[in-house]
């Protein structure tokens, strides 16, 4: 068997899954529509207020904030796999400060700027 066969076959189920998805959404959706059915659902609560309302922009940056710091200390777990591996351990090593530093400053620039502040 070629080995392009398997990626058709691949594609052929999740094209048929697709569509099964949407025709069996179509025909399996709810025929009554009432009150209680189109009304927000909060854990059980009945909502108060609008589900729409404005939240603090702090709130996201903080969020961002997380991610980003988050996602930038994955990268010291190849690179602590791969220190002892290399002869030229102190390159490594000076670009693993670097990247701290770069970390450090642009945390220093933001509490700095008052994005981790929530008294304001």
Known sequence: MPSWVAIVILM???FLFA???L???LLLK????????VE?????MPPI?????????RFYLVAVTFLIFD??????YPWAL?????DDQLSLFLAGVVFILILAVAFVYEWRKGALDWNR
């Open 12 to 14: 052929a189920v999740a």
């Open 19 to 21: 569509v099964g998805s």
């Open 23 to 25: 025709v069996g959404t």
């Open 30 to 37: 709810p025929r009554r529509k009432f009150p209680a059915k």
């Open 40 to 44: 927000a659902y909060e854990s059980g």
């Open 49 to 57: 207020g609008d589900a729409r309302g404005r939240h603090n922009i």
């Open 71 to 76: 996602v930038e200390l994955l990268f010291f």
């Open 82 to 86: 791969y220190f002892n591996m290399i």
